[in-house]
Protein backbone atom coordinates (compact mmCIF):
# COMPACT_ATOMS: atom_id res chain seq x y z
CA UNK A 1 0.00 0.00 0.00
CA UNK A 2 0.96 3.72 -1.27
CA UNK A 3 1.46 6.53 1.86
CA UNK A 4 -1.35 8.63 1.41
CA UNK A 5 -0.12 12.51 -0.22
CA UNK A 6 -1.03 15.66 1.77
CA UNK A 7 -3.14 15.86 -1.67
CA UNK A 8 -5.66 12.72 -0.39
CA UNK A 9 -7.19 14.47 2.69
CA UNK A 10 -10.96 13.21 3.10
CA UNK A 11 -13.86 15.97 2.38
CA UNK A 12 -15.65 16.86 5.26
CA UNK A 13 -19.03 16.03 5.83
CA UNK A 14 -19.08 12.79 4.61
CA UNK A 15 -19.44 8.94 6.60
CA UNK A 16 -17.02 6.05 5.81
CA UNK A 17 -14.58 7.88 3.47
CA UNK A 18 -11.28 6.13 4.34
CA UNK A 19 -9.34 6.10 1.06
CA UNK A 20 -6.25 4.05 0.50
CA UNK A 21 -3.99 4.58 -2.90
CA UNK A 22 -3.64 0.67 -4.03
CA UNK A 23 -1.74 1.82 -7.15
CA UNK A 24 -0.42 5.70 -8.22
CA UNK A 25 1.44 5.43 -10.99
CA UNK A 26 2.24 8.32 -13.90
CA UNK A 27 -0.33 6.76 -16.06
CA UNK A 28 -2.91 5.07 -13.32
CA UNK A 29 -4.58 5.69 -10.03
CA UNK A 30 -6.37 3.15 -8.23
CA UNK A 31 -8.33 4.67 -4.87
CA UNK A 32 -10.17 2.03 -2.73
CA UNK A 33 -12.39 3.45 0.08
CA UNK A 34 -11.45 0.87 3.37
CA UNK A 35 -15.08 1.36 4.74
CA UNK A 36 -16.94 0.64 1.71
CA UNK A 37 -16.21 -2.41 -0.69
CA UNK A 38 -17.88 -0.93 -3.39
CA UNK A 39 -16.26 2.49 -3.17
CA UNK A 40 -13.26 3.18 -5.60
CA UNK A 41 -12.17 4.96 -8.48
CA UNK A 42 -9.88 3.52 -11.47
CA UNK A 43 -8.35 5.93 -13.44
CA UNK A 44 -5.83 5.65 -16.28
CA UNK A 45 -4.25 8.19 -19.03
CA UNK A 46 -4.46 6.44 -22.06
CA UNK A 47 -1.67 6.59 -24.75
CA UNK A 48 -3.84 9.29 -26.39
CA UNK A 49 -3.26 11.46 -23.36
CA UNK A 50 -7.26 11.02 -22.72
CA UNK A 51 -8.65 10.26 -19.76
CA UNK A 52 -10.75 7.26 -19.07
CA UNK A 53 -12.10 5.65 -15.42
CA UNK A 54 -14.87 4.01 -13.79
CA UNK A 55 -16.18 5.08 -10.53
CA UNK A 56 -18.29 3.62 -7.82
CA UNK A 57 -19.86 4.18 -4.58
CA UNK A 58 -22.64 1.53 -3.74
CA UNK A 59 -24.85 0.94 -2.43
CA UNK A 60 -26.32 4.23 -2.94
CA UNK A 61 -27.00 5.09 0.99
CA UNK A 62 -25.57 8.63 1.58
CA UNK A 63 -22.53 7.15 3.27
CA UNK A 64 -18.49 6.43 1.57
CA UNK A 65 -16.53 8.84 -0.52
CA UNK A 66 -18.11 10.55 -3.18
CA UNK A 67 -17.91 10.32 -6.90
CA UNK A 68 -17.42 13.82 -7.71
CA UNK A 69 -14.45 14.36 -4.85
CA UNK A 70 -12.64 10.47 -6.13
CA UNK A 71 -12.74 11.90 -9.74
CA UNK A 72 -11.01 15.04 -8.63
CA UNK A 73 -8.67 13.48 -7.08
CA UNK A 74 -7.83 11.30 -10.34
CA UNK A 75 -7.65 14.37 -12.24
CA UNK A 76 -5.42 15.99 -10.10
CA UNK A 77 -3.02 12.65 -9.86
CA UNK A 78 -2.72 12.46 -13.61
CA UNK A 79 -2.65 16.07 -14.80
CA UNK A 80 0.72 16.21 -13.12
CA UNK A 81 1.78 13.50 -15.19
CA UNK A 82 0.92 14.73 -18.25
CA UNK A 83 -1.88 16.81 -20.67
CA UNK A 84 -5.22 15.20 -20.63
CA UNK A 85 -6.65 16.03 -23.87
CA UNK A 86 -10.02 14.72 -23.53
CA UNK A 87 -11.93 12.08 -21.45
CA UNK A 88 -13.39 8.68 -23.04
CA UNK A 89 -16.70 7.41 -22.12
CA UNK A 90 -16.97 3.75 -22.49
CA UNK A 91 -20.68 3.29 -21.46
CA UNK A 92 -21.32 -0.41 -21.43
CA UNK A 93 -23.12 -0.13 -17.86
CA UNK A 94 -23.94 2.03 -15.27
CA UNK A 95 -25.70 5.11 -14.31
CA UNK A 96 -24.77 7.27 -17.81
CA UNK A 97 -26.05 4.74 -19.62
CA UNK A 98 -28.90 4.05 -17.86
CA UNK A 99 -30.13 7.69 -17.76
CA UNK A 100 -29.11 7.87 -21.57
CA UNK A 101 -31.37 5.59 -21.98
CA UNK A 102 -34.37 6.89 -19.66
CA UNK A 103 -33.94 10.36 -21.14
CA UNK A 104 -34.13 9.02 -24.91
CA UNK A 105 -36.90 6.17 -24.43
CA UNK A 106 -40.23 7.19 -26.56
CA UNK A 107 -37.89 9.70 -28.82
CA UNK A 108 -38.13 12.29 -26.18
CA UNK A 109 -34.38 13.37 -26.26
CA UNK A 110 -31.49 13.23 -29.01
CA UNK A 111 -28.65 11.26 -28.02
CA UNK A 112 -26.22 13.99 -27.94
CA UNK A 113 -28.59 16.18 -26.11
CA UNK A 114 -29.55 12.88 -22.98
CA UNK A 115 -25.58 12.48 -23.16
CA UNK A 116 -25.46 16.35 -21.80
CA UNK A 117 -27.59 15.36 -19.30
CA UNK A 118 -25.24 13.12 -17.51
CA UNK A 119 -23.31 12.67 -14.49
CA UNK A 120 -20.32 12.24 -16.93
CA UNK A 121 -20.54 14.81 -19.43
CA UNK A 122 -20.73 17.38 -15.54
CA UNK A 123 -17.29 15.59 -14.88
CA UNK A 124 -15.88 16.97 -18.14
CA UNK A 125 -17.23 20.24 -18.84
CA UNK A 126 -16.29 20.63 -15.03
CA UNK A 127 -12.67 20.33 -16.67
CA UNK A 128 -12.91 22.12 -19.92
CA UNK A 129 -13.99 19.20 -22.16
CA UNK A 130 -17.86 20.72 -23.17
CA UNK A 131 -17.18 19.14 -26.85
CA UNK A 132 -19.16 15.43 -27.72
CA UNK A 133 -17.99 13.36 -29.86
CA UNK A 134 -19.47 10.10 -30.27
CA UNK A 135 -17.04 7.18 -31.38
CA UNK A 136 -19.46 4.74 -31.45
CA UNK A 137 -23.45 3.35 -30.41
CA UNK A 138 -24.41 0.16 -30.23
CA UNK A 139 -28.24 -0.21 -29.46
CA UNK A 140 -31.44 2.42 -30.46
CA UNK A 141 -33.25 5.13 -28.43
CA UNK A 142 -34.07 3.68 -24.76
CA UNK A 143 -32.30 0.37 -25.16
CA UNK A 144 -28.80 1.67 -26.03
CA UNK A 145 -26.45 -1.27 -25.25
CA UNK A 146 -23.12 1.06 -25.14
CA UNK A 147 -21.61 4.55 -26.05
CA UNK A 148 -18.59 5.16 -26.75
CA UNK A 149 -18.03 9.22 -26.12
CA UNK A 150 -14.97 11.06 -26.22
CA UNK A 151 -15.14 14.55 -24.33
CA UNK A 152 -13.33 17.48 -25.94
CA UNK A 153 -12.55 20.70 -25.56
CA UNK B 1 4.90 -1.05 -11.56
CA UNK B 2 2.68 -3.18 -11.45
CA UNK B 3 3.67 -6.75 -11.41
CA UNK B 4 1.80 -9.62 -12.92
CA UNK B 5 2.15 -13.30 -12.63
CA UNK B 6 3.56 -14.46 -16.29
CA UNK B 7 1.89 -17.68 -15.80
CA UNK B 8 -1.17 -16.05 -16.04
CA UNK B 9 -0.95 -13.56 -18.26
CA UNK B 10 0.50 -16.82 -20.50
CA UNK B 11 -2.63 -18.74 -19.58
CA UNK B 12 -5.14 -15.78 -20.94
CA UNK B 13 -3.59 -15.42 -24.30
CA UNK B 14 -3.44 -19.41 -24.70
CA UNK B 15 -7.31 -19.26 -23.42
CA UNK B 16 -7.63 -16.21 -26.17
CA UNK B 17 -5.70 -18.42 -29.03
CA UNK B 18 -7.82 -21.30 -28.20
CA UNK B 19 -11.30 -19.05 -28.77
CA UNK B 20 -12.02 -19.35 -25.39
CA UNK B 21 -14.91 -17.06 -24.19
CA UNK B 22 -13.36 -13.99 -22.21
CA UNK B 23 -16.25 -14.63 -19.47
CA UNK B 24 -14.63 -18.13 -19.04
CA UNK B 25 -11.28 -16.54 -19.10
CA UNK B 26 -12.52 -13.98 -16.10
CA UNK B 27 -13.67 -17.31 -14.26
CA UNK B 28 -10.19 -18.57 -14.23
CA UNK B 29 -8.73 -15.60 -13.36
CA UNK B 30 -11.56 -15.79 -10.33
CA UNK B 31 -10.41 -19.15 -9.25
CA UNK B 32 -6.67 -18.12 -9.72
CA UNK B 33 -6.11 -14.93 -7.75
CA UNK B 34 -6.24 -14.34 -3.99
CA UNK B 35 -9.89 -12.26 -3.22
CA UNK B 36 -9.38 -8.94 -2.36
CA UNK B 37 -11.85 -5.94 -2.40
CA UNK B 38 -9.98 -4.96 -5.25
CA UNK B 39 -11.18 -8.06 -7.42
CA UNK B 40 -12.62 -6.27 -10.63
CA UNK B 41 -9.84 -3.65 -10.86
CA UNK B 42 -7.30 -7.03 -10.97
CA UNK B 43 -9.16 -8.40 -13.26
CA UNK B 44 -9.02 -5.31 -15.32
CA UNK B 45 -5.57 -4.79 -15.29
CA UNK B 46 -5.17 -8.55 -15.72
CA UNK B 47 -6.72 -8.36 -18.90
CA UNK B 48 -4.53 -5.34 -20.29
CA UNK B 49 -1.88 -6.21 -19.24
CA UNK B 50 -2.45 -10.03 -21.12
CA UNK B 51 -4.08 -8.51 -24.51
CA UNK B 52 -2.15 -5.33 -24.44
CA UNK B 53 -5.20 -3.00 -23.99
CA UNK B 54 -4.12 0.94 -23.56
CA UNK B 55 -7.23 2.24 -24.03
CA UNK B 56 -8.97 0.82 -20.90
CA UNK B 57 -10.71 -1.40 -23.41
CA UNK B 58 -11.73 -3.95 -20.41
CA UNK B 59 -13.98 -1.29 -18.17
CA UNK B 60 -16.93 -3.35 -18.94
CA UNK B 61 -15.59 -6.15 -16.57
CA UNK B 62 -16.51 -3.25 -13.68
CA UNK B 63 -19.81 -4.33 -14.70
CA UNK B 64 -19.66 -8.03 -14.10
CA UNK B 65 -19.52 -10.12 -11.26
CA UNK B 66 -18.60 -14.05 -10.98
CA UNK B 67 -22.31 -14.89 -9.32
CA UNK B 68 -24.27 -13.16 -11.61
CA UNK B 69 -25.22 -10.42 -9.87
CA UNK B 70 -23.29 -7.22 -11.76
CA UNK B 71 -25.20 -5.52 -14.72
CA UNK B 72 -23.64 -7.03 -16.84
CA UNK B 73 -23.70 -11.29 -17.89
CA UNK B 74 -21.50 -13.68 -19.38
CA UNK B 75 -22.96 -13.17 -22.56
CA UNK B 76 -22.62 -9.63 -22.24
CA UNK B 77 -19.25 -9.59 -21.56
CA UNK B 78 -18.05 -11.78 -24.16
CA UNK B 79 -20.07 -9.77 -26.65
CA UNK B 80 -18.08 -6.54 -25.63
CA UNK B 81 -14.48 -8.06 -24.64
CA UNK B 82 -14.09 -10.91 -27.56
CA UNK B 83 -13.74 -8.12 -30.25
CA UNK B 84 -11.61 -5.75 -28.29
CA UNK B 85 -9.48 -8.76 -27.78
CA UNK B 86 -9.38 -10.07 -31.30
CA UNK B 87 -8.64 -5.86 -32.83
CA UNK B 88 -5.89 -6.29 -30.35
CA UNK B 89 -4.04 -10.23 -31.58
CA UNK B 90 -1.23 -8.91 -33.49
CA UNK B 91 0.06 -6.73 -30.87
CA UNK B 92 -0.29 -9.80 -27.99
CA UNK B 93 -0.15 -13.18 -30.13
CA UNK B 94 3.31 -12.88 -29.86
CA UNK B 95 4.23 -10.84 -27.25
CA UNK B 96 5.55 -13.67 -24.95
CA UNK B 97 5.13 -13.05 -21.32
Redesign the interface.
Known sequence: MVPLPSWVQSPSGVIDCDVDI??A?PT?L?L?NQQK?RN?I?A?M???N?L?Y?V?NLPKDGTGCPGRWLFELAWQHLSRHGTIQGI?G?W???DNLRDVNRLTAGGSWQLEDAIRRTWGFARATSKGFPTLQILDVNGQPGRYR?IDVLFLP | ??SFDPSIVSTLREMASGNEVPSAMLRYLVTILPKE??DR?RW?RYFAEAFCF????G??I??WQPDGS???QDV?IDC?LTPRISKMREWWAGAGV
Open positions: LTTVHQIFQETEQWKYERDTFGS | MECSTVREGEYPFGGELDF
